[in-house]
Protein backbone atom coordinates (compact mmCIF):
# COMPACT_ATOMS: atom_id res chain seq x y z
CA UNK A 1 0.00 0.00 0.00
CA UNK A 2 0.73 3.35 0.22
CA UNK A 3 4.45 4.18 1.61
CA UNK A 4 2.93 6.10 5.10
CA UNK A 5 1.45 9.29 5.10
CA UNK A 6 2.81 12.79 4.55
CA UNK A 7 4.70 14.51 7.54
CA UNK A 8 3.20 17.14 9.60
CA UNK A 9 4.28 20.61 7.87
CA UNK A 10 5.50 19.48 4.78
CA UNK A 11 3.38 19.88 1.76
CA UNK A 12 4.31 17.61 -1.46
CA UNK A 13 4.52 19.29 -4.94
CA UNK A 14 2.23 17.11 -7.21
CA UNK A 15 3.48 16.56 -10.42
CA UNK A 16 0.56 18.00 -13.37
CA UNK A 17 -2.65 15.88 -14.18
CA UNK A 18 -1.84 14.13 -17.25
CA UNK A 19 -5.44 13.16 -17.31
CA UNK A 20 -7.61 15.10 -19.37
CA UNK A 21 -11.44 14.78 -20.49
CA UNK A 22 -11.73 12.70 -23.71
CA UNK A 23 -14.24 14.96 -26.22
CA UNK A 24 -16.72 12.65 -27.89
CA UNK A 25 -15.90 11.78 -31.58
CA UNK A 26 -12.69 13.15 -31.52
CA UNK A 27 -9.36 11.51 -31.48
CA UNK A 28 -7.42 12.80 -28.89
CA UNK A 29 -3.56 13.64 -29.26
CA UNK A 30 -0.57 15.64 -28.42
CA UNK A 31 2.73 16.22 -30.88
CA UNK A 32 5.28 14.19 -29.64
CA UNK A 33 2.69 12.51 -27.11
CA UNK A 34 0.90 9.20 -27.35
CA UNK A 35 -2.53 8.96 -26.37
CA UNK A 36 -4.23 6.33 -23.54
CA UNK A 37 -7.22 6.52 -24.28
CA UNK A 38 -9.53 5.00 -21.27
CA UNK A 39 -13.49 4.72 -20.67
CA UNK A 40 -13.52 8.36 -18.86
CA UNK A 41 -10.66 10.29 -20.64
CA UNK A 42 -7.16 10.06 -21.92
CA UNK A 43 -3.50 9.57 -20.17
CA UNK A 44 -0.96 11.25 -21.90
CA UNK A 45 2.24 9.09 -22.20
CA UNK A 46 4.97 12.18 -22.53
CA UNK A 47 7.87 10.35 -21.95
CA UNK A 48 7.74 10.91 -18.05
CA UNK A 49 6.31 7.14 -16.45
CA UNK A 50 2.92 7.62 -15.16
CA UNK A 51 2.78 6.07 -11.60
CA UNK A 52 0.34 3.33 -11.22
CA UNK A 53 -0.97 3.43 -7.39
CA UNK A 54 -1.89 0.08 -5.80
CA UNK A 55 -4.59 -0.45 -3.46
CA UNK A 56 -4.82 -3.74 -1.92
CA UNK A 57 -8.10 -4.70 -0.34
CA UNK A 58 -7.03 -8.30 0.57
CA UNK A 59 -6.23 -10.02 3.66
CA UNK A 60 -3.21 -11.78 2.60
CA UNK A 61 -1.45 -9.32 0.84
CA UNK A 62 2.36 -10.24 0.44
CA UNK A 63 3.51 -6.39 0.55
CA UNK A 64 1.37 -5.16 3.64
CA UNK A 65 -0.13 -8.29 5.00
CA UNK A 66 -3.42 -7.03 4.89
CA UNK A 67 -3.11 -3.33 6.00
CA UNK A 68 -5.86 -2.15 3.91
CA UNK A 69 -8.51 -4.77 4.34
CA UNK A 70 -11.15 -2.48 6.01
CA UNK A 71 -13.19 -0.87 3.36
CA UNK A 72 -12.76 3.08 5.32
CA UNK A 73 -8.80 2.24 5.49
CA UNK A 74 -8.15 1.21 1.77
CA UNK A 75 -10.37 4.73 0.72
CA UNK A 76 -7.91 6.37 2.49
CA UNK A 77 -4.94 4.85 1.53
CA UNK A 78 -6.17 5.16 -1.87
CA UNK A 79 -6.93 9.16 -1.41
CA UNK A 80 -3.49 9.26 -0.40
CA UNK A 81 -1.70 8.01 -2.44
CA UNK A 82 -3.99 10.43 -5.41
CA UNK A 83 -2.37 13.15 -2.59
CA UNK A 84 1.64 11.94 -3.31
CA UNK A 85 1.08 12.33 -7.22
CA UNK A 86 -0.74 8.78 -8.73
CA UNK A 87 -1.32 9.23 -11.57
CA UNK A 88 -3.68 6.17 -11.45
CA UNK A 89 -5.62 3.89 -8.76
CA UNK A 90 -4.76 0.15 -8.91
CA UNK A 91 -8.31 -1.72 -7.05
CA UNK A 92 -7.75 -5.40 -5.99
CA UNK A 93 -9.37 -7.53 -3.85
CA UNK A 94 -7.63 -11.01 -4.75
CA UNK A 95 -4.02 -12.22 -3.50
CA UNK A 96 -1.87 -13.06 -6.16
CA UNK A 97 0.81 -13.79 -4.44
CA UNK A 98 2.52 -17.33 -4.44
CA UNK A 99 0.53 -20.11 -3.05
CA UNK A 100 -2.49 -17.42 -2.41
CA UNK A 101 -6.04 -18.93 -1.89
CA UNK A 102 -8.73 -18.41 -5.29
CA UNK A 103 -11.89 -16.75 -4.06
CA UNK A 104 -15.18 -16.01 -6.20
CA UNK A 105 -16.50 -13.49 -8.07
CA UNK A 106 -18.67 -12.87 -5.22
CA UNK A 107 -16.51 -12.60 -2.53
CA UNK A 108 -13.91 -10.66 -4.54
CA UNK A 109 -16.86 -8.02 -5.56
CA UNK A 110 -17.99 -7.71 -1.64
CA UNK A 111 -14.48 -6.04 -0.51
CA UNK A 112 -14.27 -3.95 -3.46
CA UNK A 113 -18.15 -2.76 -3.42
CA UNK A 114 -17.61 -0.65 -0.57
CA UNK A 115 -14.18 0.69 -1.59
CA UNK A 116 -15.48 1.77 -4.82
CA UNK A 117 -18.38 3.34 -3.33
CA UNK A 118 -16.10 5.30 -0.93
CA UNK A 119 -14.17 6.86 -4.02
CA UNK A 120 -17.49 7.21 -5.86
CA UNK A 121 -17.01 8.95 -8.87
CA UNK A 122 -14.81 12.18 -7.56
CA UNK A 123 -13.55 14.02 -10.32
CA UNK A 124 -10.49 15.19 -8.50
CA UNK A 125 -8.63 11.28 -8.39
CA UNK A 126 -7.01 9.92 -11.09
CA UNK A 127 -8.64 6.82 -13.13
CA UNK A 128 -9.05 3.91 -11.44
CA UNK A 129 -8.00 0.26 -12.67
CA UNK A 130 -9.64 -2.88 -11.26
CA UNK A 131 -7.46 -5.61 -11.11
CA UNK A 132 -8.93 -8.68 -11.66
CA UNK A 133 -9.54 -11.62 -13.70
CA UNK A 134 -12.88 -11.65 -13.35
CA UNK A 135 -15.39 -10.79 -16.09
CA UNK A 136 -18.64 -10.15 -13.58
CA UNK A 137 -15.96 -8.45 -10.76
CA UNK A 138 -14.91 -6.17 -13.77
CA UNK A 139 -18.41 -5.44 -15.35
CA UNK A 140 -19.30 -4.16 -11.57
CA UNK A 141 -16.21 -2.54 -11.30
CA UNK A 142 -16.69 -0.42 -14.59
CA UNK A 143 -20.46 0.10 -13.63
CA UNK A 144 -19.14 1.53 -10.49
CA UNK A 145 -16.87 3.86 -11.76
CA UNK A 146 -13.13 1.47 -12.88
CA UNK A 147 -11.64 2.83 -15.99
CA UNK A 148 -9.00 0.28 -17.17
CA UNK A 149 -8.99 -3.52 -16.55
CA UNK A 150 -5.65 -5.10 -15.42
CA UNK A 151 -5.69 -8.76 -15.53
CA UNK A 152 -2.70 -10.73 -14.45
CA UNK A 153 -3.85 -13.51 -16.79
CA UNK A 154 -3.99 -11.20 -19.89
CA UNK A 155 -7.24 -12.64 -21.30
CA UNK A 156 -6.43 -16.30 -20.95
CA UNK A 157 -8.07 -17.10 -18.14
CA UNK A 158 -11.96 -16.02 -18.51
CA UNK A 159 -13.33 -15.85 -22.24
CA UNK A 160 -15.67 -13.01 -21.31
CA UNK A 161 -13.22 -10.37 -19.72
CA UNK A 162 -12.08 -9.40 -23.12
CA UNK A 163 -15.57 -8.98 -24.29
CA UNK A 164 -16.73 -6.89 -21.05
CA UNK A 165 -13.71 -4.42 -21.32
CA UNK A 166 -14.41 -3.88 -24.96
CA UNK A 167 -18.34 -3.25 -24.51
CA UNK A 168 -17.26 -0.52 -21.78
CA UNK A 169 -14.39 1.49 -24.08
CA UNK A 170 -12.22 0.31 -21.32
CA UNK A 171 -8.41 0.58 -21.67
CA UNK A 172 -6.82 -2.46 -20.47
CA UNK A 173 -3.30 -3.87 -18.93
CA UNK A 174 -2.13 -7.09 -20.48
CA UNK A 175 0.29 -8.91 -18.47
CA UNK A 176 2.88 -12.18 -18.83
CA UNK A 177 2.49 -15.12 -16.80
CA UNK A 178 2.61 -18.96 -16.66
CA UNK A 179 0.94 -21.91 -14.51
CA UNK A 180 4.65 -22.80 -13.31
CA UNK A 181 7.94 -22.08 -13.74
CA UNK A 182 10.21 -23.59 -15.96
CA UNK A 183 14.01 -22.54 -15.13
CA UNK A 184 15.23 -23.97 -18.72
CA UNK A 185 12.79 -21.86 -20.49
CA UNK A 186 13.13 -18.69 -22.83
CA UNK A 187 11.90 -16.27 -20.79
CA UNK A 188 12.00 -13.32 -22.75
CA UNK A 189 10.72 -15.33 -25.96
CA UNK A 190 7.82 -16.86 -23.90
CA UNK A 191 7.23 -13.05 -22.37
CA UNK A 192 6.62 -11.69 -26.29
CA UNK A 193 4.69 -14.62 -27.45
CA UNK A 194 2.05 -14.53 -24.62
CA UNK A 195 1.78 -10.96 -25.12
CA UNK A 196 1.33 -11.02 -28.91
CA UNK A 197 -1.63 -14.16 -27.66
CA UNK A 198 -3.47 -11.71 -25.31
CA UNK A 199 -3.30 -8.75 -27.95
CA UNK A 200 -4.85 -10.57 -30.53
CA UNK A 201 -7.76 -11.70 -28.14
CA UNK A 202 -7.91 -8.31 -26.99
CA UNK A 203 -8.30 -7.23 -30.84
CA UNK A 204 -10.74 -9.88 -31.64
CA UNK A 205 -12.86 -8.52 -28.98
CA UNK A 206 -13.24 -5.15 -30.46
CA UNK A 207 -10.42 -3.25 -27.90
CA UNK A 208 -8.83 -0.79 -30.26
CA UNK A 209 -4.63 -1.39 -29.76
CA UNK A 210 -4.29 2.44 -28.53
CA UNK A 211 -6.24 1.55 -25.28
CA UNK A 212 -3.72 -1.89 -24.91
CA UNK A 213 -0.76 -2.00 -22.43
CA UNK A 214 1.33 -5.21 -21.82
CA UNK A 215 3.08 -6.01 -18.47
CA UNK A 216 6.06 -8.69 -18.75
CA UNK A 217 4.65 -10.14 -15.56
CA UNK A 218 7.60 -9.61 -12.75
CA UNK A 219 7.49 -12.30 -10.30
CA UNK A 220 4.99 -14.32 -11.48
CA UNK A 221 5.79 -17.63 -13.42
CA UNK A 222 9.40 -16.89 -13.38
CA UNK A 223 12.87 -17.69 -11.52
CA UNK A 224 14.84 -15.15 -10.16
CA UNK A 225 17.27 -15.29 -13.04
CA UNK A 226 13.81 -15.20 -15.35
CA UNK A 227 12.75 -11.93 -13.42
CA UNK A 228 16.09 -9.79 -14.00
CA UNK A 229 15.96 -11.22 -17.77
CA UNK A 230 12.11 -9.82 -17.73
CA UNK A 231 13.44 -6.59 -16.69
CA UNK A 232 16.40 -6.16 -18.70
CA UNK A 233 14.28 -7.23 -21.94
CA UNK A 234 12.30 -3.56 -21.66
CA UNK A 235 13.12 -2.28 -24.85
CA UNK A 236 12.13 -5.91 -26.43
CA UNK A 237 8.60 -5.37 -25.20
CA UNK A 238 8.95 -1.58 -26.68
CA UNK A 239 9.09 -2.96 -29.84
CA UNK A 240 6.41 -4.81 -29.99
CA UNK A 241 4.48 -1.15 -30.20
CA UNK A 242 2.03 -0.76 -26.87
CA UNK A 243 2.60 0.96 -23.84
CA UNK A 244 4.84 -1.11 -21.16
CA UNK A 245 3.85 -1.59 -17.80
CA UNK A 246 5.92 -2.36 -15.40
CA UNK A 247 5.46 -3.64 -11.87
CA UNK A 248 8.40 -4.74 -9.73
CA UNK A 249 6.95 -3.15 -6.11
CA UNK A 250 8.61 -4.89 -3.22
CA UNK A 251 8.94 -8.01 -4.88
CA UNK A 252 10.97 -10.97 -3.53
CA UNK A 253 13.09 -11.06 -6.31
CA UNK A 254 14.57 -8.21 -5.20
CA UNK A 255 14.82 -9.41 -1.35
CA UNK A 256 15.97 -12.60 -2.42
CA UNK A 257 19.07 -11.48 -3.52
CA UNK A 258 20.02 -10.85 0.11
CA UNK A 259 20.61 -12.81 3.42
CA UNK A 260 18.88 -12.04 5.61
CA UNK A 261 16.17 -10.90 2.62
CA UNK A 262 14.64 -7.86 3.86
CA UNK A 263 10.71 -7.58 4.19
CA UNK A 264 8.69 -6.61 1.84
CA UNK A 265 8.54 -2.64 3.23
CA UNK A 266 12.05 -2.47 3.52
CA UNK A 267 12.80 -3.01 -0.33
CA UNK A 268 11.69 0.90 -1.78
CA UNK A 269 15.83 1.01 -2.32
CA UNK A 270 15.39 -2.02 -4.80
CA UNK A 271 12.58 -1.39 -5.91
CA UNK A 272 13.96 2.84 -7.02
CA UNK A 273 16.60 1.21 -8.67
CA UNK A 274 14.91 -1.53 -10.87
CA UNK A 275 11.90 1.06 -11.70
CA UNK A 276 14.74 3.84 -12.58
CA UNK A 277 16.37 1.29 -14.94
CA UNK A 278 13.13 0.89 -15.99
CA UNK A 279 11.79 4.48 -16.91
CA UNK A 280 15.25 4.63 -18.55
CA UNK A 281 14.38 1.80 -20.57
CA UNK A 282 11.10 2.94 -21.90
CA UNK A 283 8.47 2.39 -19.16
CA UNK A 284 5.35 4.19 -19.70
CA UNK A 285 3.73 3.22 -16.18
CA UNK A 286 5.23 1.86 -13.07
CA UNK A 287 3.15 0.27 -10.30
CA UNK A 288 4.55 0.94 -7.45
CA UNK A 289 3.17 0.96 -3.60
CA UNK A 290 5.18 4.29 -2.32
CA UNK A 291 4.20 7.05 -4.69
CA UNK A 292 6.07 9.93 -3.13
CA UNK A 293 9.30 8.47 -3.25
CA UNK A 294 9.02 7.40 -6.94
CA UNK A 295 7.48 11.00 -7.62
CA UNK A 296 11.02 12.56 -6.41
CA UNK A 297 12.88 10.05 -7.86
CA UNK A 298 11.66 10.53 -11.22
CA UNK A 299 11.90 14.53 -10.94
CA UNK A 300 15.11 14.31 -9.95
CA UNK A 301 15.99 11.96 -12.95
CA UNK A 302 14.75 13.77 -15.12
CA UNK A 303 16.12 16.76 -14.29
CA UNK A 304 19.56 15.16 -14.42
CA UNK A 305 18.56 13.98 -18.69
CA UNK A 306 16.96 17.20 -18.97
CA UNK A 307 20.44 18.81 -18.15
CA UNK A 308 22.63 16.52 -19.96
Not at 164 to 186: K, S, T, Y
Not at 190 to 210: K, R, Y
Request: hydrophobic share 45%.
Amino acid sequence: MAGGTARKGCTRRRLPRVDTPMRQGHAVGVPETRALPHRTGVLQLDGRPLLMGVVNVTPDSFSDGGERFAPEDAVAGARQLAAEGADILDIGAESTRPGHDRISAEEEWSRLAPVLAGLGRDATLPPMSIDTSKAEVARRAIAAGASIVNDVWGFRRDPDLASVAADAGAAVVLMHNRDGIDAGVDIVADILAVLEHSVAIATAAGIPEDRIVIDPGIGFGKTLEQNYQAVAALSKLKALGFPVLLGVSRKSFIGRLFDPQPAPGERLPGTLAANLYGALSGADILRVHDVAAHVQALRVLAKIRSAA
